[in-house]
């Protein structure tokens, strides 16, 4: 089962770039602690679903590449090339020499019915190209212009023409502090238009990777590149095969409010059994937990103590809401690894700050005319509003 | 019941042992049919027979192909299954409704119903084809099959107290993903279909077929399983012969019958009480179906008064209409019209179908000349035909929704106070 994915914007491609590196020098990593059929089993696995291959036996990254300048998409396709492992089709990308001006407005309602039909006959190519194809994975931040309005535009119009195919947001949560002005506008537009086209959004905050940089990592100067290596791991090893009911992967996704957290993976950890993993979750009513582990002892690992029905909500029961997935296979050079992947009220407060933040930017009207000018209307930022009040509501009753 | 006697050899009764083979025949052409001294025990109300006669009709009633988890269901269920569905058949013999579950008596009730059902319709054809070996590669245009057998029966569903809407909302969420996830993985197993049968086209000997089915192609990949394919297929062949055999020896069966029935004691017609069958309800639901069924009566005598006023209004109105030759005209005019709008709206349906589809299930060929003989189909018209229908359903529950909304809406603005936000629209 094939995955496409959609790289938007300069977050989106960086990120991009990172992921696919991760997962095909995992695939290749030859301390995988486990016997050779099953290795074999893993890469093969790995390969098909997010490569396919050339007759010079060099993958290609099933990837499709978008961005309104030339300069970072060239960087990504050079680096790909440069490591000789694998590369990006030659004619999987697509930029023009403007730029969005972080602008959502105009990624949105300039960019997208422009570039509409070069953008779709990319990602159409690209599909066909699949065997088995299961979905998309779009990686975009909120934040800018580019990957959140464009973002947001494909996304809808991958609902329109395929719509019996998942799809997945990969999301970025700009920092509390940006420097994108606003940043908070760009944000609640492109959460309300993903909630309703979007299947799942996976969301990652750069303050919370930051963190991860600094604390655990050690890391004194933190660039975006560390972030994205991160971030990029962390996606690896939600996304590398594992087996659960079936031993294909497969998206299980939880279908309403669609908002999920990944959580740090607690990498080299000694026994499983000792998951201490952030205290929140026991004062956070999930909807839907899964977690994913790789490596050594995954057999004996210990997971009750996440059926416990205190952390669910309600109206489902731990047995329906919690799912594990396991593999023999490390996952990298991790002898154990594990990954949570969460829906759960963890969410809310962030969501609620960028919705008070924007709202009092609304309140007195700053900055609008820049999205009037391109047709966003007061009207859209309301709708925006109240979908994701909508949502903070629900998460807050859950 | 003597409708089939005329069809076949009058004088194949007259032989001595002819009535074991007819029955031995009938047996050998239906699913685990019962040996032919259980027929005789019958004729003669025997206990022992019962239970192997429940399970036969069982088998020929239930609309499930075998070896699923039905097949091993208890005897008691069994029994009540095939009392409901012989009921629901119209079946006029109301002893077997009586009849105990457990398989103690009744075998003589049991073996008239059987042959009722024998007179009623090719029971071993039907039988024979549900459990066919296909050797292509398949797929059905109608939608019949899919609507007429249900499924199995749902596992009990615990309904206690309120349901919470999220739930629901969870659930159908849960639907749509494994909708999208099947509709992928046909998607899938028809790409590698088309790979298939494009790398095995001049493969195969018939020429009009020219390329392999996967079945076919396995077959060539594992000869153990091609051995198992034979045999599956020379089982089918006994059944087919056997089918004929009964065929040419039914009458000394029905004349067998004859005195069967004429061995019960004569029954009084059906008077106006029929027993009714409930399907299995569970206890707990008890109540709720006593007031779904108060309910129901209370509406059913609300409209008969509704329709009672109508009709003294309408009287009242049209005074002595009704009668003369306008009247009869302009009833005329009215029913033409009528019969116009619903042919338009039939029309509206197989738009573009050409000949009417043509049921059960299709071998799927490719072709690189695009010849299609006499009783083929091609995949464009029939796609076209499923797209237009796809389009009238779609426009149907657009219009439903619209209704759903406005419904929702009205009932939200009876309540005071009450904010209707809609969903952005999905």
Redesign the interface.
């Known amino acids: 089962?094939s995955i496409v994915t959609v790289q938007l914007g300069q977050c989106g491609n960086q990120i991009g770039f990172e992921v696919f590196d991760a997962l095909l020098s995992d695939s290749h990593s030859s301390q995988g602690l486990c016997s050779m059929r099953e290795n074999e089993a893993y890469q093969a696995s790995c390969k098909e679903r997010f490569f396919s291959e050339e007759e010079n036996g060099v993958p290609i990254a099933r990837a499709v590449l978008v961005d309104m300048e030339p300069k970072v998409i060239n960087q990504t396709l050079s680096k790909a090339a440069q490591s000789g492992q694998w590369k990006y089709g030659q004619h999987a990308c697509f930029c023009q020499k403007q730029g969005s001006g972080n602008n959502w407005a105009y990624g949105y309602s300039v960019h997208g019915p422009r570039h509409e039909e070069s953008i779709m006959n990319i990602i159409r190519k690209e599909v066909e190209k699949c065997?088995?194809?299961?979905?998309f994975f779009i990686i975009m931040s909120m934040a800018g212009g580019t990957g959140s309005g464009l973002g947001a535009f494909v996304t809808q119009n991958l609902e329109d023409q395929y719509s019996?195919?998942?799809k997945m947001n990969q999301i970025i949560w700009p920092y509390g502090t940006g420097e994108v002005i606003v940043q908070n506008y760009n944000s609640i537009l492109t959460l309300?238009h993903l909630?309703?086209s979007s299947?799942a959004l996976l969301l990652h905050e750069n303050d919370a990777i930051h963190k991860i940089c600094a604390k655990l990592m050690n890391i004194k100067q933190i660039s975006f590149s560390d972030i994205n290596q991160v971030l990029a791991h962390q996606l690896g090893s939600v996304f590398q095969p594992t087996y659960s009911a079936e031993s294909s992967f497969?998206?299980?996704?939880?279908?309403?409010g669609i908002d999920r957290h990944v959580r740090p993976p607690l990498s080299g950890l000694p026994p499983l059994s000792k998951m201490s993993l952030n205290k929140d979750l026991h004062f956070n009513t999930s909807?839907a937990n899964l977690v994913i582990l790789r490596g050594k002892d995954v057999q004996s690992a210990d997971v009750e103590g996440f059926k416990d029905p205190a952390l669910y909500?309600?109206?489902?029961k731990p047995v329906n809401a919690f799912n594990v997935w396991k593999t023999q296979r490390a996952f990298s050079k991790y002898e154990k690894s594990a990954v949570l992947v969460s829906n759960s009220q963890f969410l809310v407060k962030p969501l609620d700050m960028i919705v008070g933040k924007a709202w009092n930017m609304f309140a007195s009207k700053a900055y609008i005319h820049q999205y009037t000018k391109f047709g966003i209307e007061e009207e859209d930022f309301l709708?925006s509003f109240?979908?994701l009040e909508?949502v903070v509501a629900?998460y807050c009753n859950l | 019941m003597g409708r089939r006697r005329q069809r076949v050899d009058p004088a194949a009764g007259a032989r001595a042992g002819a009535l074991p083979e007819a029955i031995a025949a009938l047996s050998r052409s239906l699913p685990s049919g019962p040996s032919p001294e259980i027929f005789r025990r019958a004729k003669f109300d025997r206990p022992e027979a019962t239970s192997a006669l429940w399970q036969l009709l069982f088998r020929v009633l239930s609309p499930l192909p075998a070896g699923n988890a039905l097949a091993s269901l208890a005897l008691e269920v069994q029994a009540r299954l095939v009392k409901s569905a012989l009921c629901s058949q119209g079946y006029p013999r109301l002893a077997l409704a009586q009849l105990p579950e457990d398989g103690s008596q009744g075998s003589r009730e049991l073996l008239l119903a059987l042959s009722w059902l024998l007179a009623r319709g090719p029971v071993p054809e039907q039988m024979l084809a549900q459990a066919r070996v296909p050797l292509g590669d398949e797929m059905t245009v109608c939608q019949c099959e899919a609507l007429a057998s249900p499924g199995p029966p749902a596992p009990h569903m615990e309904a206690e107290g309120p349901v919470?809407v999220?739930?629901v909302?969870?659930l159908?969420?849960?639907l749509?993903?494994r909708w999208?996830?099947l509709?992928?993985?046909q998607?899938?197993q028809c790409?590698?279909l088309s790979k298939i049968h494009l790398y095995t086209r001049g493969c195969h000997s018939d020429q009009s077929l020219s390329h392999l089915s996967v079945t076919e192609a396995e077959m060539l990949r594992d000869p153990e399983g091609g051995q198992q394919l034979l045999r599956t297929l020379e089982r089918e062949n006994q059944r087919l012969e056997a089918v004929l055999a009964w065929r040419r020896s039914e009458l000394v069966f029905w004349r067998w019958m004859d005195t069967v029935l004429g061995t019960c004691a004569p029954e009084v017609p059906a008077a106006a009480s029929q027993p009714t069958f409930l399907p299995w309800v569970p206890e707990r639901g008890g109540g709720e179906l006593d007031l779904a069924v108060r309910e129901l009566q209370a509406l059913e005598e609300e409209l008969q008064e509704a329709v009672e006023r109508r009709r003294v209004a309408w009287e009242a109105k049209a005074g002595g209409c009704g009668r003369g030759p306008e009247w009869s005209a302009a009833r005329r005019a009215s029913r033409e019209a009528v019969e116009k709008e619903l042919g338009a709206l039939q029309q509206c349906w197989e738009r573009d179908g050409g000949p009417a589809q043509p049921h059960g299930p299709h071998r799927l060929v490719r072709r690189e000349d695009g010849a299609a003989g006499d009783r083929d189909l091609r995949a464009a018209v029939v796609i076209r035909t499923l797209r237009s229908q796809e389009a009238c359903l779609e426009a149907v529950l657009r219009r439903l929704q619209g209704q759903c909304r406005q419904e929702l809406a009205r009932l939200v603005g009876a309540l005071p106070g009450l904010i209707w936000?809609p969903p952005?629209?999905?």
Do not use: C
């Not at chain 1, 497969?250 to 309403?256: F, G, K, Q, T, V």
């Open positions: 089962m065997d088995s194809f299961s979905g019996n195919s998942l309300s909630y309703r299947d497969h998206y299980r996704r939880n279908p309403l909807i909500t309600s109206w489902l709708d109240t979908s909508q629900s | 919470d999220r739930h909302q969870w159908m969420g849960k749509r993903f999208r996830q509709v992928s993985s998607q899938e790409a590698l936000i952005p629209g999905r």
